[in-house]
């Protein structure tokens, strides 16, 4: 059973302010996989405010894993990781007899064949760089529209 967002049946006034209680829903749970820890941290840190209930490894042994055990709604993983890289993680986790999950890979590739593997695979792709944060939010917005308003707020850049 996933976790659940709380829920408190009535409005109330706290200290002068309406206090808006929303019906249970399942948190969503990611895992972001990348060897470099300041992108892990800052990554989870990201998804974490936007919602999400974040899990992390630091390779794809560790992403094959954690994957397998956590059944998490989303995967963000890296390309180039030591042990096994991201997209070999993708095809194993993509595979037709396994459970879906979305992927998102992240990569500061440029490689043609990088992209061409992930929609092969159906993932989403994010290229590090000036556009990274809104790449990967319009992802996440798509994966979990209900999420949408809290993902693509326009007030963050």
């Keep these: 059973m996933g976790q659940f967002a709380r829920e408190i049946e009535r409005l109330d006034v706290q200290d002068g302010a309406m206090v808006e209680f929303r019906s249970h829903e399942e948190i969503p749970r990611m895992l972001i996989a990348d060897d470099d820890p300041s992108i892990v941290r800052l990554l989870a840190d990201h998804c974490a405010r936007l919602g999400f209930n974040v899990d992390t490894a630091s390779n794809g042994i560790q992403a094959l894993v954690k994957a397998s055990r956590g059944k998490p709604d989303v995967l963000v993983i890296d390309v180039n ?5 991201g997209l070999s993680v993708c095809a194993h986790l993509l595979d037709s007899d396994k459970a879906p999950v979305n992927v998102i890979v992240i990569t500061g590739s440029r490689d043609p064949d990088t992209l061409e593997r992930c929609e092969g695979f159906g993932a989403y792709y994010a290229r590090k760089g000036p556009n990274f944060w809104n790449d ?6 798509e994966i979990h529209p209900r999420m949408a308003g809290r993902i693509r707020r326009p ?3």
Excluded at 136 to 141: F, G, M, P, S
């Design 81 to 85: 990781m030591p042990e096994v890289d």
């Design 155 to 157: 007030d963050r850049p």
């Design 136 to 141: 990967l939010e319009v992802a996440l917005a």
